[in-house]
């Protein structure tokens, strides 16, 4: 059964050009240099400091390591960091 929804979905995404991101609900990552980070569909902050920020996503989580991260931006599903990212880790 889970086969079939997932050639459904797929097959919907081709047809109608749909973002796959948008289809799975998957997260959306844009990094600019290891400097900044935007992420789009998490579901929320588990964990955050200065050198770790865990978010919530809709099948895991997605860790970010690095050094002096901030959050600039935060809104019900979108993040901006800044600071030296090291590292970024999706655990399923």
Same mark, same amino acid.
């Given at each position: 059964? @889970?086969?079939?929804?997932?050639? &459904?979905?797929?097959m919907?995404? #081709?047809?109608? #050009?749909?973002?796959?991101?948008?289809?799975? #609900?998957?997260? @959306?990552?844009?990094?600019?240099? #290891? *400097?900044?980070?935007?992420?789009?569909?998490? *579901?929320?902050?588990?964990? &955050?400091?200065?050198?770790?920020? *865990?978010?919530?996503?809709?099948?895991? !989580?997605? !860790?970010?390591?690095?050094?002096?991260?901030?959050? *600039?931006?935060?809104?019900? !599903? $979108?993040? &901006? /960091? $800044?600071?030296v /990212?090291?590292? /970024?880790?999706? /655990?399923?």
């Amino acid at each position: 059964m @889970r086969q079939l929804k997932r050639k &459904f979905r797929k097959m919907t995404a #081709d047809l109608l #050009d749909l973002p796959q991101d948008v289809v799975y #609900d998957l997260p @959306r990552l844009t990094m600019i240099g #290891d *400097r900044q980070l935007y992420i789009e569909n998490h *579901r929320g902050v588990k964990h &955050f400091s200065s050198d770790k920020l *865990r978010l919530a996503l809709s099948k895991g !989580e997605l !860790e970010v390591t690095g050094s002096s991260l901030v959050i *600039r931006t935060i809104w019900t !599903e $979108e993040v &901006f /960091i $800044e600071g030296v /990212i090291a590292n /970024i880790e999706i /655990i399923p």
